[in-house]
C-alpha cells in the first residue's frame, strides 16, 4: 500500500488527476522530484519543504522506463535513488535524459551520476542542437579540468549524446517524446512526452510574452490537453517588471497557459532561490485561486514528492 496517499494542493473543486504516493505502487506513469529550482542551489532551514536543488526530475513509465527530465544538482540524489551513491557505482542503470538547455543550473549535476560510474549503465542525452558544435563536444568544455578533474568523455563509455532540433520527435522505448523550442535566452527546448495513455509537458524555463506580444504557438502546442504541465513560475509580478527579458514566467502566466492549453494539472517549477518555503505556499495558494474556475489542478514541485497520473 501506499506509505501516503494525499491528494496534492488543488483550486477547489479540481479533480485529483495526481495523487503523491510512494514510488513505484502504481504501475502508471510517475514522477519524482529530485531538484525543482532555478539558477542556482540553495540550502538551509527556509528552504526545508520544497528542497533546494536545481532541476531534475524522473519519468518512470510502467514498463520500467527512466526518463530523466535535466540535468541540474538534483540529478546526484536521483541517481542514489535507481542505482547506489557508492563509489563502487552500485547496480547498472539503463537510463534517457531530456535536457532543456544549457544553463549552469541545468547541467551542474551530469558528473556526479552516480550510475556513471558503473562500467554497463547507460545514459542517452538528449538535448538542444547547439550553434557552437555538437552538443557533446560543449558539454565537454565545461565537465573537464580545471573545472572538474574528470573528462566528460572518461566518465562512461555507454553515455551517448543526441542533438535535437525543433520540431524533432522520437521514442525512447514505450514513450513518445515530441521536442519544440521555446522562448527564453540561449537554445532551449521545451518536451511532450506520451506514454501508457497519458501526457506530459516539461518547460521548466520559459519567457512569458510581453503585454500585446503574440503567445508562442509551439510552446502551446507542446502543452495542448496534456495531463501534467511542468512549467516555470519563478517570478512574482513585481520580479518580473525589473527582470522582463530574463527568461522566466510569473504564476499568472503558468495558470493562463493551463487555461489556454486545457491542461488538467499544473505544477509550478523553477522555484527562484530566494523564494521560502512561506512564499511558495502564498504562490501556490494564488495560483490555485486563479485556476479554481477552469477547474485546474495546482500543485507545486517539491523535492522528493512523487506523483501518479
Avoid at 562500467?119 to 560543449?138: A, K, M, N
Avoid at 493562463?256 to 530566494?274: G, K, N, Q
Avoid at 512564499?279 to 522528493?304: F, H, N, Y
Wanted: some cysteine.
Amino acid at each position: 500500500m501506499p506509505a501516503a496517499n494525499v491528494p496534492v494542493r488543488a483550486a477547489d473543486g479540481a479533480p485529483p488527476w495526481i495523487r503523491e504516493v510512494a514510488p513505484g505502487t502504481l504501475g502508471r506513469v510517475e514522477l519524482t522530484f529530485y531538484g525543482a529550482r532555478g539558477s542556482c542551489p540553495c540550502a538551509g532551514v527556509r528552504y526545508q519543504r520544497y528542497g533546494g536543488n536545481t532541476a531534475s526530475v524522473l519519468v518512470r513509465t510502467s514498463s520500467d522506463e527512466l526518463i530523466v527530465l535535466d540535468l541540474g544538482t538534483g540529478l546526484r540524489a536521483l541517481g542514489a535513488a535507481v542505482s547506489s551513491d557508492h563509489p563502487s557505482g552500485g547496480r547498472p542503470v539503463q537510463a534517457t535524459a531530456l535536457l532543456t538547455h544549457l544553463h549552469f543550473d541545468h547541467i551542474l549535476g551530469l558528473p556526479f551520476f552516480g550510475p556513471l560510474r558503473h562500467e554497463d549503465s547507460v545514459f542517452e542525452v538528449y538535448g538542444p542542437r547547439q550553434p557552437e558544435g555538437e552538443l557533446s563536444g560543449v558539454l565537454g568544455d565545461v565537465v573537464r579540468p580545471p573545472f572538474f578533474p574528470v573528462p566528460l568523455q572518461h566518465l562512461l563509455s555507454e553515455l551517448r549524446f543526441h542533438d535535437v532540433g525543433d520540431g524533432e520527435v522520437f521514442a525512447i522505448g514505450d514513450a513518445k517524446v515530441r521536442a519544440r523550442v521555446v522562448r527564453h535566452p540561449g537554445v532551449t527546448l521545451g518536451y511532450r512526452i506520451e506514454a501508457d495513455g497519458q501526457s506530459l509537458a516539461y518547460l521548466p524555463d520559459h519567457q512569458q510574452p510581453a503585454p500585446g506580444e503574440a503567445w508562442d504557438h509551439r510552446a502551446l502546442e507542446l502543452c495542448e490537453g496534456v495531463d501534467v504541465l511542468v512549467h516555470d513560475a519563478q517570478y512574482t509580478q513585481f520580479e518580473l517588471e525589473h527582470k522582463k527579458d530574463w527568461g522566466h514566467s510569473t504564476v499568472e502566466f503558468a495558470v493562463e497557459l493551463a487555461r489556454r492549453a486545457r491542461v488538467h494539472h499544473l505544477v509550478l517549477f523553477h522555484h527562484d532561490p530566494s523564494h521560502d518555503d512561506e512564499m511558495l505556499d502564498d504562490m501556490l495558494e494564488q495560483a490555485a485561486k486563479l485556476a479554481a474556475p477552469d477547474r485546474i489542478t495546482v500543485s507545486s514541485a517539491r523535492e522528493g514528492a512523487t506523483f501518479s497520473i
